[in-house]
């Protein structure tokens, strides 16, 4: 996937927005999700290679794109977090993506968490942050829509 640099998050934080392409909201989204589940798999100290296979899994599942291991290790441990913490990007980036796109982390992110069979408050405190960053109601979170009204 060549992703380790994060480039499509850098250059939108460096300039926005301005004219992003399908591509590129491809890529972002791609990124984004990326970079939270490689966050999470030290969310709790405790880096386990089922979980390292799990983001390669759903990197691979929900988005198309070969992770390495690699890539996951960069994402995880990138320079971007001295700048600023993980909820503050996924706070900048959530504008850029649709509820569903939201959803499609928080979901994948819950999986990741259980897929060891434990779930330690660390994961709980990192879930509830991403879930907060990217501004998910409780419906929203629980997959509900509203259904259209029509006359």
Do not use: W
């Amino acid at each position: 996937m060549g992703i380790a640099s994060l480039s499509h998050i850098v250059e939108f934080f460096k300039f926005g927005d301005k004219g992003m392409s399908d591509e590129d909201k491809k890529a972002l989204v791609e990124e984004a999700l990326l970079m939270t589940l490689a966050r999470a798999t030290s969310a709790d100290c405790n880096i386990d290679s089922v979980e390292v296979a799990t983001v390669q899994t759903i990197m691979k599942e929900v988005t198309g794109a070969d992770v390495s291991l690699a890539d996951i290790r960069v994402a995880a441990l990138s320079d971007m977090f001295k700048e600023a913490t993980v909820d503050k990007y996924l706070a900048k980036v959530r504008a850029k993506l649709d509820v569903s796109e939201r959803q499609m982390i928080a979901r994948s992110l819950a999986h990741l968490i259980k897929v060891d069979g434990k779930v330690s408050p660390f994961e709980v405190e990192f879930f509830n942050m991403v879930c907060g960053a990217l501004a998910l109601t409780s419906a929203e979170l629980a997959g509900l829509t509203e259904d259209t009204i029509r006359i």
